[in-house]
């Protein structure tokens, strides 16, 4: 069992950063891809990054390519979310996953591990 704990969120204006953090417990957490998703108010929950069990590869959804970056801090257990440049409709409720196996992927049914979610709000 993984039990997942987010932190970091809250309000900034446009074009503000922010970053979330992650901490996983468990022995395990290195060998456990990781990935990050949110949903906002009316819509379903999308991916957003992804992380493999090393941190040396990383995926994104095109909505944040550029501006956000994702790593990992195995002798720590925790994973991070740099978020830049931030626009209004990043706002939503972010959440961090784990899934058994080295791959990242962008499939929330990939990732049977969740954390609470943090809110994230960013005002124009």
């Known amino acids: 069992q993984v039990q997942l704990v987010e932190s970091g969120g809250g309000l900034v204006q446009a074009g503000g950063s922010l970053r979330l953090s992650c901490a996983a417990s468990?022995?395990?957490?290195?060998?456990?891809?990781m990935g990050w998703f949110r949903q906002a108010p009316g819509k379903e929950r999308e991916f957003v990054s992804a992380?493999?069990?090393?941190?040396?590869?990383?995926i994104f959804a095109d909505s944040v390519k550029g501006r956000f970056t994702i790593s990992r801090d195995n002798s720590k257990t925790t994973a991070y979310l740099q978020m830049n440049s931030l626009k209004p409709e990043d706002t939503a409720v972010y959440y961090c996953?784990?899934?058994?196996?080295?791959?990242?992927?962008?499939?929330?049914?990939?990732?049977?591990?969740w954390g609470q979610g943090t809110q994230v709000t960013v005002s124009s």
């Open positions: 996953a784990s899934k058994q196996g080295p791959l990242a992927v962008p499939y929330v049914g990939s990732y049977p591990y």
């Open positions: 468990g022995r395990t957490f290195g060998t456990y891809a």
């Open positions: 992380i493999d069990w090393s941190g040396r590869s990383t």
